[in-house]
């Protein structure tokens, strides 16, 4: 599936991914290939996606890998959608 981390500031990351775990308002979820279409907000917390991506430069900073592997971004905030296999975050 493909993602796009969107914050005020640029797009931080956008490629294909195998995962992503958002921190929603009722709690964390992942999503996967083929998940149902679903539009959340998100709170304060970590976005965990698994696949074999690359930062770029200018915003590797922003990221730091996870335990089980996973790059792992920061948020205080934001709003996530997924739809057509294709998730969007809008990230503060």
Do not use: R
Request: hydrophobic share 40%; charged share 20%; aromatic share 6%.
């Amino acid at each position: 599936m493909y993602l796009e981390i969107v914050s005020p500031e640029a797009t931080l990351f956008s490629g294909e991914v195998t995962s992503v775990t958002v921190p929603g308002i009722n709690g964390e979820f992942q999503m996967l290939q083929n998940h149902a279409p679903i539009v959340s907000l998100l709170q304060g917390g970590d976005i965990k996606v698994q696949g074999d991506i690359t930062i770029e430069e200018d915003f590797q900073n922003k990221f730091t890998k996870g335990a089980n592997g996973e790059t792992v971004l920061a948020i205080s905030s934001g709003t996530i959608e997924m739809k057509d296999n294709k998730v969007i975050v809008l990230a503060d």
